[in-house]
């Protein structure tokens, strides 16, 4: 009796150390287990300021404000060419050869007002979008992201054209991260709130602390 009593609590053991001992070496290994000396591994209240990104690209926004600089030189020249040289000719010859006319009527004379003030205008308009686009892209360019003590405040660094660089500092609660970075192929899109257009971390990155990272800057938030 004893003996039967014995071999049914070794197959008890057995079987319980075939279905738990797999799974807690599986929970330890993907740190589901219990907190070790004390911490929690999933823990956002960080005891000190925590570097979680950088991506340094000041050489690509100095080439980025030159090249602005360059196409916006360029498209001015050529508004000033128009306004000064398209002008108006006087009253035309009689054997002139007619100006060409469109299909739908209107003639063609890029020697009058209409030509000249609407090359003029579009010659701005295209060196002043590139200029804009340029400086939009570098504010939005992320390439430092640091979590502050406690956890609860977060600041981005963003560069300026021509490889300059600045800092503001958040409320984590208003930061929200569109895509998680496994997600994406490129950028990883962040939302500030109340700040138009999103910001860009660049995967080609460092991110140090990934889980940490996922759960305070890459997670998603409802703004």
Known sequence: MAGGRQLGLWGLRCCTWRVWGPWARLSGARGLAGPARGTSPLDTHVPRDLLLFRHERARFFR???????GQFAFWAYLAHFAFSELRPAGRPVAS???????????SVNPASNKWRYGFTVSCLTVGSLIVAAGFVYSRRSVWKVVLHQG???VTLSTYYPFGLSSSFTV???QVSCMAHRSEVPAMIPLK??????YFLLDKQGQIYNPQLFDLTVGAYRKL
């Open 192 to 197: 500030v709130k109340d700040r138009p257009f």
């Open 151 to 153: 956890g609860r405040d």
């Open 63 to 69: 080439l980025l404000g030159l090249f602005c600089a």
């Open 171 to 173: 409320p984590l609660r």
């Open 96 to 106: 002139a050869r007619p100006a060409p006319t469109l299909p739908g009527g209107a």
